[in-house]
Every structure is written in structure tokens, then in C-alpha cells.
């Protein structure tokens, strides 16, 4: 199987009727950066930053910050890396940083929350990640947005940073795109105004389902009580996919769902152009894409969507369209 999945490295990941899908790596540290070239991953879609705090002992240094992200973009090469601002809180605990107690923490201060209190983290942070990109094109996004207003101040913040080091004399990214996670269902009611002004959107469906069922993703007695394939998690994807296409804001899913490939191939049926998952998954849903035809699995999970009744699950339905397709 390994060896069936390296032949397709070097594969364009394009469906069977021509649709071209961008699957690209999550990581989180330098050593997961050897899987770009391994995998053929377009890009890492998802640079979860807060890993290098939390194995840390104390509170990194704005330039040892720096120094691993130019490390990071050094070992990417000319692809492109998009980088998570950090989502510490709910289960991320830093050990050095005081701890504070929250009834419930998944709900309490925590990602963008901390970074908007606390805009000497995040400032800093962002300065590091513009300084380590120097020229280069850079994509930053920011974890657990719940309003476009937390969004329009995060990106306030980083202009601010970019105008500093613009007036020190510093290189520029020649590109600079910033991006919303969309973990919070808060979101998918500000769709219009978030696709409107993002320059792009990242589905965190661990988060999303989370929050959309209230069920705890730590908690075994019920994380998997709901499937992410049932109809009200494909309907809120499905909104998501529409208004970002119709705004032509770029909207890719690096969750855990992108990177299984029933999951992948009804996210690619709902117009998901773009995932992002662990290395391990790129080679299985590559192979699942090449046999697809994006038009009839849309137009499939369309129909089942409109008839769908109360939570029912779409897999065993889209089960049975892989095997027959
Ligand atoms: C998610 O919530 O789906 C996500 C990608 O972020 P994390 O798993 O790091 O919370
Ligand atoms: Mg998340």
C-alpha cells in the first residue's frame, strides 16, 4: 500500500472529470516539514505554531519565535506555508504560563481571545512571522474567530506590525494573505462578511463539530456520538463551500475529516477545492481522487442533502457510491 501511495507522489491530484484539488500537510514542527517532500504535498495548509510553545520550558523568545519560522520556510522551499497564530487555552495548556480556571475551558480564554487581550503575544508573534518571511509570500490565520469584528481587529494588528517594520526599514512578504479558521458555528451566519473580507477560510472541523454538536472532542463518552458525515455538519460545510466559491474567497478544510476519504470525497461533492491533513493521509485520498468524478459526487450528495431527515449519517449512502463508483 505505502509503496502504491509514493507512485502517486509525484501525480497531479486532479478528479477523473478534471477538477483540480490542492491537498496540502498539517504540521507543527521542523521534523514534519521532510513530508512535503515525501508526500508531494502542495504546501502546508495548517502550521499549528502553538507546538513549539507547548514543548517548550518557558515562553519562546520573540526570536527563537523568528528563528523557527524561517527555519520552517527555508525547509519548505518555494511552497507555501500557512501559519496558525497561537491556539493555546481549552486543551493547550503552555505548563509555565499561569493557569487559569475555567469551568470549561473549550468555551473559556483561549486562541484569538488571548491574543486580543493580550496583543503584546500576538504582536510579537506576528512580528516574528513577518520578519522570517522577509520577501516571501506569507499566510497567516487565526484559530477560534466567532465574529468578523475579532477578525478585522486581528488584521488591524498585523498592519500595524507590517507598517513598523516597514518604517525600520525591514523587507516586506510580497504577498500577504490572512485567513479565518472556521471553527466557531457563530461564523457560518457571518459567512458573507467573513468571505467578503478574508483572503481566504480554513474549516477546522475537530472545533466545528465540537461546538456544532456540544460534544467535547476530548471526551470518548460522546466525541463520537455524532458523525461528521451526518446532514447538519454536511449543510454547514456545504454553506461554507457556496458563499466562499460565490465570493471567490478561498476555503480549504484542514480538520481531520480532509484527510479520510469518504469524508474527503463528499467535502470535494459539497465544492471544497482544497485540504489539508497529516502526511499519512495524502496518498490515500490522492488515490481516492484520481477515481472520482467531482460533477456526479457533488450532484449525488446534493440530492441526498435536500432529502435528508433529522441527523441522519450520509455514510452508509456515500459508502456505497464510492463502492459502485
Ligand atoms: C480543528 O479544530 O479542526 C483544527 C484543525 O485545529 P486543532 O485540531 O488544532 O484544534
Ligand atoms: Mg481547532
Sequence with gaps: RQEQYLKLRDVPSVTKDGVEVTLQLNAGLLVDLPHLGETGAAGVGLFRTELQFMIAERMPTATEQQSLYSAVFAAAGDLPITFRTLDIGGDKVLPYMQAVEEE?????WR?????LDR???????????????????????FPMVATCD????????????RNHLSRHGHAHPSDLKLGVMLEVPSLLFQLKEICASADFVSVGSNDLMQFLFAIDR????VADRFDPLSAPMLRALSLVAEQANASNCLATVC??????????????GLGFRSLSMSPASIGPVKAMLLALDAEKVGAFIREELEHAGGGDSLRPKLARFAETH
Design 104 to 108: 470549561n475551558p473549550a468555551l473559556g
Design 111 to 115: 486562541a484569538i481571545r488571548i491574543g
Design 119 to 141: 496583543p503584546g503575544l500576538l504582536r510579537a508573534q506576528i512580528r516574528a512571522l513577518l520578519k522570517a518571511a522577509g520577501e516571501r509570500p506569507l499566510k497567516i490565520m
Design 150 to 161: 475579532e477578525f478585522f481587529r486581528a488584521k488591524e494588528l498585523v498592519q500595524r506590525e
Design 218 to 221: 476530548e471526551n470518548r463518552r
Design 255 to 268: 480538520g481531520e475529516i480532509g484527510g479520510r476519504p469518504l469524508e474527503a470525497m463528499a467535502l470535494i
